[in-house]
C-alpha cells in the first residue's frame, strides 16, 4: 500500500498531511525522520484508532522542515488551520479560571474565565479546578479588605464606602492604600495564616459591635476556608516556584495524561484526560501539553515531563523552563502523578471501551443498513416554535457516532409562523449554502425529525444547490421513540430494531437535537423577557443589557448573581438597583 509514494519519502524532519478520498484533512502529523514514520502506517501492525485512520487514507503529502521544532510549529499551524478529525481527539479544551488582582491605579480583585494567553499579567493566580472556589475567596478578601468594587469609577460614594468595604477612591484618589495591597498578594500567594487572621479579626470586631449576623457569616466563611487548606496537600519542596508536573500511563493504545498543579508548594488541583494513540506516544503528549496551554491556561515558570520528551523544543514553543527529574522531592511528585494517570487509566478504560464499540458499531450498522460507500459526518435538524412564534431551528453534528459540539449551529428563522416544510427549506438552504461558499465538509448524511413533507423539503433545496446528500426522516411511535426510518431515495419505510446499536445512535442524535433546538428556543424567549425586565433599570442602555444578556442568559442566572459579580459588567450603582429590584420581584 502506497509503496511507490514511500520510496520518494525523504529520511528528514517534517509534517504530513493524510487525505480521504473526498480530498479533506484527516490527520496532521510531524516526524523526525518522515520516512520512518509514514512507513509504519502502512507496512507495520496497526490497531484501534490509528487503524480505522489508515483504512480512510487516499492519499497523502509531505512538507520538509529544517528541524524537528520547525516541523512541530508547522503542525500547530496546519492543525489550526484544517481541524482534522482525528487530531481532535488528542486536545483538550479544558480551561480552568484564575484570580486576578488587576494592573489599575486601583485594583480590583477580580475572577477570570477567559485568559488572553498572549498578555501579560501583572498578578493572576490560578489555576482554580473549582470555579465556586475562587469566586468565594474572591468575595471573602472583597469584604475583608476595602478595595475598589465597582467596574467604573463613580462620581459619588457608594453604599460599599459607607458600611467601611471600600475606600472611597472615587473621592480618595490620594489614598495609600499599599499595605491593603501587599497583604492581598500576601495571601493570594499562600499565607493561610494572614488570611485567618484577617477573618479572626474581623469576626472579634463584628463581637464587640454586637454585629452577631455578620459574626455568623464570617464564622462559616472561616470554617470554609479551614477545610479548602486542609484539602490542599503540601509538597515537600523548598521553594515557592509555580510549576505543573505532567506524568502518563500507557497501555493498549490508550493514554491517560495527568497534570499536578503546584502552586507555592502546595498541590492545588490536577487535569487529566484518557486518549487514543495515532501516531506514537512522544507526538501525543506533545501536542496534548501545546494544545492545553495554548488556549486559556497559564504556563507556569516550570515544566516537569516525562524524559521521552524533547525539552528544548518544549521549551522553545512553550516559552518557559521544561525539565526532567530522576531522584528527590520532585520525582517523588513525578512518580505520584505516573500512579494517578494508571489509577485513572484503569477506572475508566472498560467504559471507554465499550462507548467506542456502541459509537463506532452502531455508525457501522447504520451505514450498512442505508447502503452507504462511507458514513462519518451526519448533521440532524430540529425545528421549535410556540404558537407559530420565536421560530428557530437547530442543527446538530455526529462524527463517527460522537457527537462534536463544536460543529453544532443555531438559526433563528427570517419568519415567525407554524410551517415545518417552509421552515426546514430555510435552514437547509441557509447550512449548505455557507457550506458551500466556505468550503466547509459535507456531510455524508442528513436526519430530519418527520415524514415525507420535511425530507421533500430537505431534497426540493438541496437540488436547487445543485447537491446530493443522503437524507433520511425518523418516524416516531406514540412515547416519542424512533421506529422506523424514511429513506429520502426510495422512500421505503426501514423498521428499526428497538434492541440494535442503531436505535440507540438515533435516538441519541433525536434526543440531542431536540435538546440543542428546546434550549435555544427557551433562550430567545428568555432574551425576550429579560429585555423587557432590564427596561425598568436606570443606567442600563442597550450595550449593557446585552453584556447582560450575554453573561446569564436569564432573569434567574441574574437574580442568582451577587452585587460583586453583577459590577464586574455594570457600574456598582446600577448593580445595587438591579440586585434589589430582582431580589423583591416576584
Known sequence: MFKKELSNVPKKSGCYLMYNKDGVVIYVGKAKILFNRLKSYFTGRVTGKTKKLVSEIDHFEYIVTNSETEAFILEINLIKKYDPKYNILLRDDKSYPYIEFTNEQFPRLIVKREINIKKKYSHLFGPYPNVYAARRIVNLINRLYPIRKCETMPKKTCLYYHIGECLGYCINPNIDDTNIKNEILSILNGNDKLLIDKINEKIKINSDSLNYEVCKELVEELGYINTIFKNQIIVELDDNINRDIINYYYDNSYISIVIFFIRNGKLVGSNNKIIPVINDIKETLEYY?????????????????????????????????????????????????YNNAKELYEKEIKLIYTNEELTYNANEELRELLKLDKLSIIEAFDNSNLFGTFTVSAMVTFIDGVPSKKNYRKFKLSYDRNDDVGSMKEVIYRRYFRVLKDKLAFP??????????????????????????KVIGVKKDNHHSPEAIIDGDTLESISIDKTSNVFRLLSRIDEEAHRFVI???????????ISSVLDNINGLGEVRKKKLIKKYGSVSKIKEADVYELSEIVPLSVAEELHKYLSERD
Open 444 to 469: 455524508d448524511l442528513i436526519i430530519v425529525d418527520g415524514g415525507l413533507n420535511q425530507i421533500n423539503a430537505v431534497k426540493s433545496t438541496l437540488n436547487d444547490l445543485n447537491l446530493f446528500i
Open 519 to 529: 434550549n435555544y428556543h427557551r433562550e430567545i424567549r428568555s432574551k425576550g423577557s
Open 289 to 337: 501539553i501545546h494544545s492545553f496551554y495554548n488556549k486559556n491556561n497559564i504556563v507556569p515558570k516550570e515544566l516537569i515531563v516525562p524524559d521521552i520528551l524533547d525539552i528544548e523544543m518544549l521549551g522553545e514553543v512553550l516559552n518557559t523552563k521544561v525539565i526532567n527529574v530522576q531522584r528527590g522531592n520532585k520525582k517523588k511528585l513525578f512518580d505520584m502523578v
